[in-house]
């Protein structure tokens, strides 16, 4: 799962197998909830999103699950292949008083070939 | 996301200068953040606008300003440099139907 320090957790994963990363969120009033790839050296790329009316997202070989009362989001890769390698950051949209999103510090992804 | 451009990719300066880092979108967002990211934390937001009148602080503004010059485009500056203020910068746009942000290729700035 995400944490915040100065060194990343990492899941290290054989290819062709799949990959489950964790985020636990903090405000139960967030509703919006994004997952981000990001790559050494580039930005945080959309992945694939779940708003709070929904427990399950699917999307090309990624499939997000939402469980609201453990307040817990899962990103789920199917047959992960090298080029998956990267951090994976969870956002959460908190409507707070900035009404933007707050952001996990990532997990780190290793595909093994 | 060649949609969202920064200018420096890099920058080394030195403390007490001032700098400008730039951001462009070609996406026709209403929305732009800037935000900055240090090794081992969530990415951490320091301004954003939610139109070209519209400037708001975030969480970690202090010794930061930004500009928001028109719809595509927004600055942000470092009056007085610090060491402290040597970090990763993402810029992001986001519209308000969809909640998305995209973001730019970031720029390294270091504060010597």
């Known amino acids: 799962g995400e944490s915040v320090g100065l060194h990343l957790p990492t899941l290290s994963v054989q290819e062709g197998d799949n990959s489950i990363i964790n985020c636990a969120y903090s405000?139960?009033?967030?509703?919006?909830f994004i997952w981000y790839k990001q790559e050494s050296g580039k930005g945080p790329q959309f992945i694939i999103d779940?708003?709070?009316?929904?427990d399950k997202r699917q999307g090309q070989r990624v499939t997000v699950l939402l469980n609201k009362t453990v307040k817990h989001l899962s990103l789920q890769i199917a047959a992960t292949q090298p080029g998956d390698s990267a951090v994976y950051i969870c956002?959460?949209?908190?409507?707070?008083?900035?009404?933007?999103?707050?952001f996990g510090s990532g997990t780190k992804l290793n595909v093994k070939p | 996301d060649a949609d969202v451009t920064q200018t420096p990719r890099n920058r080394i300066t030195k403390t007490g200068k001032r700098i400008m880092l730039e951001c462009s979108q070609t996406?026709?967002?209403?929305?732009m953040y800037w935000y900055r990211q240090d090794p081992g934390l969530g990415l951490r937001l320091i301004y954003y606008?939610?139109?070209?009148?519209?400037?708001n602080k975030g969480e970690i503004s202090d010794g930061y300003s930004v500009s928001r010059q028109a719809q595509a485009k927004f600055s942000l500056s470092l009056e007085s440099a610090i060491p402290n203020q040597t970090a990763l910068y993402f810029c992001?746009?986001?519209?308000?139907?969809?909640?998305?942000?995209?973001f730019g290729p970031g720029t390294r700035l270091t504060v010597l």
């Open positions: 956002a959460e949209n908190r409507r707070g008083n900035f009404n933007t999103f707050y």
């Open positions: 405000n139960s009033a967030s509703d919006y």
């Open positions: 779940i708003r709070s009316n929904m």
């Open positions: 996406k026709g967002h209403d929305r």
């Open positions: 606008s939610f139109d070209v009148k519209d400037i």
């Open positions: 992001a746009t986001g519209q308000e139907l969809t909640d998305t942000q995209y």
